[in-house]
Every structure is written in C-alpha cells, then in structure tokens.
T-cell receptor
C-alpha cells in the first residue's frame, strides 16, 4: 500500500530556531513530491521536487529530495511566529497518479 | 489570480439530510478533487474528475457521490448524511498532464467547507 509518513507529528520551537521536518514515502510510480503549508484554511503550495539532490529554496524555507532513500526534508531557518502551521507532504504516484498525503507536521513557533 | 471557491464555509446538517457541497474553479483546469481532512488522519481523497461528466473513486468514496456537469464546477453529494461524515471538506483543482510537458503537480485548494452532522 502506498504511504507517506511525516515526522514529527508536532513540534514546538522558539522564534529564531531552525527546524527540520521529515517526509518518508513508499509510493509506486513516483512522479514528484510536494510540500504545502496549511494555516487555518486552504493548503498553500511551497515546493515541488522531482529530482534527487537539488535543493529548492524560497526565503527561509528550503527542501531537498533523496529518491534513493525515499525521503525529503523541509528546513525553516530563523523561524517566526508566522511560520506556525501544519506542513503537509504529498507524493504524486500510485496507480492513478494522484497525490498521496502524509498526516502533516504541526509546527508551533513561540515568541 | 488562481481561484477555487467553495460555496459554503460552514454547514450544520441533521442525520439523514442530503448535502451538496459546491466547488468552482476559474483556471480552466481539467482535474478536480474532493478531499476530507480529519485530525490524525490527514487528507483523504474521496472522488476526483479528469473531465466533464467523468468521475473516479478515490480512497474513501463510500457514502458520497459527485457531479461534474461543467468543467469549472465539481459538486460533492452526501445522499444521507451521517455523523461520521462530520469533517472539513477541501476541493482542489490542477492542470492535466500532457506528453508535451504542460503539467504541474500542484493542487490549488479552496478554503474548505466545515460540515457538522448532528
């Protein structure tokens, strides 16, 4: 069965800390891995990764994919309270090519 | 700007009622999806559609049906709502993948419809 596992499930840090969120997967017909940020409403797209070892970066956020070890990490440096959210990892693959979501990591950044 | 609109943000219904959740996208996307999101379970795919009048079952289709009469609109129907269908429902859309490479893996989500069934 295809699955995506995120860890930790929740995390509390203080402003200025650096955090690393993990996403491992076992998905047939892998096509891409995506990260989303969800605050109170709709998930918003962060990154899409298709190739191993190529870091994607946007401001204080960065992500990298390892297709050999079947995982990805999302790094957030110098965290701010506005980074508090649930971060979702999703892998496109499986028999239908749809996105398979992990359960998310809830990040709380304290002032 | 990309826009996926769900008509109802909050609904309260009684057991046995028929419930319609409407979703409209203005991006001319071929693909549309309905997910439900529950604490500890993440997002689970209910149904999706690759084209008008076309529908495919996702991971948890039981108790739900869908309708896609127009490209921009995808409706989720609960024929007889039950308390275990209390949840946040998220609609999403995406472009279709073509061999020419016109493809994005990105889903665009609506704001969600929080349904409570009493």
């Amino acid at each position: 069965e295809d699955k995506v596992v995120q860890s930790p499930l929740s995390l509390v840090v203080h402003e200025g800390d650096t955090v690393t969120l993990n996403c491992s997967y076992e998905v047939t017909n892998f096509r891409s891995l995506l990260w989303y940020k969800q605050e109170k409403k709709a998930p918003t797209f962060l990154f899409m990764l298709t190739s191993s070892g190529i870091e994607k970066k946007s401001g204080r956020l960065s992500s990298i994919l390892d297709k050999k070890e079947l995982f990805s990490i999302l790094n957030i440096t110098a965290t701010q309270t506005g980074d508090s959210a649930v971060y979702l990892c999703a892998v496109r693959g499986g028999s239908q090519g749809n996105l398979i979501f992990g359960k998310g990591t809830k990040l709380s950044v304290k002032p | 700007d990309v826009k996926v609109t769900q008509s109802s943000r909050y609904l309260v219904k009684r057991t046995g009622e028929k419930v319609f959740l409407e979703c409209v996208q203005d991006m001319d996307h071929e693909n549309m999806f309905w997910y439900r999101q529950d604490p500890g379970l993440g997002l689970r795919l209910i149904y999706f559609s690759y084209d008008v009048k076309m529908k495919e079952k996702g991971d948890i289709p039981e108790g739900y049906s869908v309708s896609r009469e127009k490209k921009e609109r995808f409706s989720l129907i609960l024929e007889s709502a039950s308390t275990n269908q209390t949840s946040m429902y998220l609609c999403a859309s995406s472009l279709f993948w073509l061999p020419t490479g016109r493809y994005t893996g990105e889903l665009f989500f609506g704001e969600g419809s929080r349904l409570t069934v009493l």
